[in-house]
């Protein structure tokens, strides 16, 4: 009986130790950056940047920074996989790995440079505010002592407040136009390009650009110390030499 109970004991060990070894394999391949895969965070509601486009029943994320991660990761012989997280997450999930790169029109503060490093800047934008047309913005005075909306944890949000402006953050861009048009708020402020795209064939909307507040430059966002960023810079630098940024400036970035 003692032989036996011995025996036993011992699969049991072993079992649990190929399990435990398993369990620990599985979770080494779910990691970011593992094998030849490139893990892309971005917060899809924000076009011409990022935003879900449905056709023929299925959902895909595309605009400019989802077609630049594309061609980046082409240069790097790598396979783009996108994780769709909203924006004010995007860096918690940098932190943890759960994803190697952001591309989400971010700007590179220096707030931002605490927990995360970034690559160099791929494009330049200018802020707008976005306001509907029944109570025109002609002045950056006119934003004084009026609710703005700006979208969470973003440059707008900060550069709104240290304009000395009042405002009001939401997560998800949309919901910030539908406040808008709602009139719980008197305007939005974005960046130029996406200003742009959202008032489209909008007629009740239209922007103005506000370039009392200070444009900002766009780069890719990685974790700190990051292998892959003297990479991810090469490949910015290519896509800027051939004319492939201006391109995708072409197709997705329309100012009127």
């Known amino acids: 009986m003692l032989f036996v109970l011995t025996i036993i004991s011992l699969a049991f060990v072993f079992g649990c130790g190929n399990n435990e070894a398993s369990t620990e394999a599985g979770t080494e391949e779910d990691k970011a950056g593992s094998g030849n895969k490139l893990v892309m965070g971005t917060s899809a509601d924000y076009p011409p940047f990022e935003y879900h486009e449905t056709s023929n029943g299925n959902d895909e994320i595309v605009g400019f920074d989802i077609d630049l991660a594309k061609a980046i990761a082409k240069e790097m012989g790598r396979e783009l996989e996108i994780q769709d997280i909203g924006f004010s997450g995007l ?5 943890s790995k759960r994803v190697d790169i952001v591309l989400a029109g971010m700007n590179p ?37 009026k609710k703005i909306g700006v979208q969470l944890g973003t440059t707008q949000e900060q550069a709104a407040k240290d304009a000395g402006l009042e405002t009001v953050s939401l ?14 708020i008197d305007a939005v402020l974005v960046e130029d390009t996406v200003a742009a795209e959202s008032i489209g064939s909008d007629t009740a909307l239209d922007y103005k650009i506000v370039p009392e507040i200070a444009g900002l430059d766009i780069a890719v966002a990685l974790p700190k110390d990051s292998e892959l960023t003297g990479e991810i810079n090469e490949a910015i630098k290519t896509l800027i030499d051939n004319g492939e940024v201006d391109k995708l400036k072409d197709k997705w970035l329309k100012l009127k």
């Open 109 to 145: 503060t220096d707030e931002r440079k605490q927990s995360v490093d970034f690559s160099d800047k791929y494009l330049t934008t200018e802020f707008a505010a976005v306001y509907m047309k029944e109570k025109p913005v002609t002045q950056f005075a006119d934003l004084k002592g």
């Open 171 to 184: 997560d998800k861009y949309p919901d910030l136009i539908q406040e808008l048009k709602s009139g719980r």
């Open 91 to 95: 860096i918690p999930a940098l932190q």
